[in-house]
Every structure is written in C-alpha cells, then in structure tokens.
T-cell receptor, first 107, second 112 residues
Framework: QKEVEQDPGPLSVPEGAIVSLNCTYS??????FMWYRQYSRKGPELLMY????GNKEDGRFTAQVDKSSKYISLFIRDSQPSDSATYLC???????FGKGTRLHILP | NAGVTQTPKFQVLKTGQSMTLQCAQD?????MYWYRQDPGMGLRLIYY???????DKGEVPNGYNVSRLNKREFSLRLESAAPSQTSVYFC???????????FGQGTRLTVV
C-alpha cells in the first residue's frame, strides 16, 4: 500500500460547481498536509498548507483534514475554467505526494 | 524574486553519458528536495537534504547522486544515464522539515 493514495481522475465538472478532491494516507505520524496545483508543463505551486485536523479556508479554496480517518480533502467553490489543472496532495517530513487528480472545468 | 532556479530547462543525453542538474534557492531555506515526475506516477522523491551537510534517500534513489554544495545549492548527478531516467525533474526547497515546499520550473530530460 502506498503511503498516499489519490484518484488520478480525470474529473470533469461544469463551471460554477463545487469540486471535491481527496487523498487518503497510511502513516498516522503525518501532521502537515499540503495541496499543490500544477498546470501543464509547469512546476507545482502551493495552494494550501494545513497542520493536524480541521479546516482552513483561503478564498474559494477550503482544505480539510480528518486525522482519525487518515483522509484529507480540498474543496473548490465557484469553480472556473482557469482551475483546470492537476491537483496534488502532499504530506510528511519528506513531502510524499499523491499521484495527482486531473481536473477539467467545463465552460 | 527568483525562488527556486533549475538549470538546464531541457537536456537530451545519450545512454551512458553523465550530467549534473543544478538547483539554487534564494529564500534561505534549510531543506531541499529532488523529485522526478513521470506520466501516471505523480512526483516521486529521489533525494532530500534536511539541512546543509546532510542528504537522505527518497523513494527512487538508484542511479542518482546528490551534493548539498552549500545552503543555497543542491545538485543531482546522473553518472551513467539510462532511458528509464527520461523524466521531468523538479527541485524544491522549504524553510525546514514539515513546512511548505516551493518548486522550480523543472528540467525535462530525455535519454536516448
């Protein structure tokens, strides 16, 4: 079992919808969790950084961590075509990544 | 505001050739990382350096060596390139372990 699991998609949703992206992990020692966005042929850019359980909101983005279930989520409200990208979760001291979910927002 | 700078951006090597990928950060970060990204595989950690003078293996270290030259620079060396090392390589840095990492724009390496 990989330490971090993420559905690769692709996930297609209409513009304006709420998007939910998820990762599960196996190492209960993980305490720091990150979400990155990656556009084609670009480096990953940090979207959200959270510590331990709970929610964190930044504009249209909300990151949620449930340590008891070893499950993290990223919600995107009022999705835009410019949100079309690959979203990667990452965690741990060595910053282990999920495989990324390709998201398409349909105009 | 350069952040993390990787050189070169593109490289084609013949099997058996050697090369060094360079990475430098100007954020005074302690930790630095090298990843490779292949289609369908996500980002896989090759090596990381928690602080100047230390390095540690990641998930896929075979065929690579690293040098943490100083606090700013972390290089990745391929001693004898193989077609399986065709990939996009990303360098990243973070202030410390367990803090958010920032990435360079990548090096696209093709080994023929």
């Amino acid at each position: 079992q990989k330490e971090v699991e993420q559905d690769p998609g692709p996930l297609s949703v209409p513009e304006g919808a709420i998007v939910s992206l998820n990762c599960t992990y196996s190492n209960s020692a993980f305490q720091y969790f990150m979400w990155y966005r990656q556009y084609s042929r670009k480096g990953p850019e940090l979207l959200m950084y959270t510590y331990s359980s709970g929610n964190k909101e930044d504009g249209r983005f909300t990151a949620q961590v449930d340590k008891s279930s070893k499950y993290i989520s990223l919600f995107i409200r009022d999705s835009q075509p410019s949100d079309s990208a690959t979203y990667l979760c990452a965690m741990g001291v060595k910053i282990i990544f999920g495989k990324g979910t390709r998201l398409h927002i349909l105009p | 505001n350069a952040g993390v700078t990787q050189t070169p951006k593109f490289q084609v090597l013949k099997t058996g050739q050697s090369m060094t990928l360079q990475c430098a950060q100007d954020m005074n970060h302690n930790s630095m990382y090298w990843y490779r990204q292949d289609p369908g595989m996500g980002l896989r950690l090759i090596y990381y350096s928690a602080s100047e003078g230390t390095t540690d293996k990641g998930e896929v270290p075979n065929g690579y060596n690293v040098s943490r030259l100083n606090k700013r620079e972390f290089s990745l060396r391929l001693e004898s390139a193989a077609p399986s090392q065709t990939s996009v390589y990303f360098c990243a840095s973070s202030e410390a372990a367990n803090t958010e990492a920032f990435f360079g724009q990548g090096t696209r390496l093709t080994v023929v």
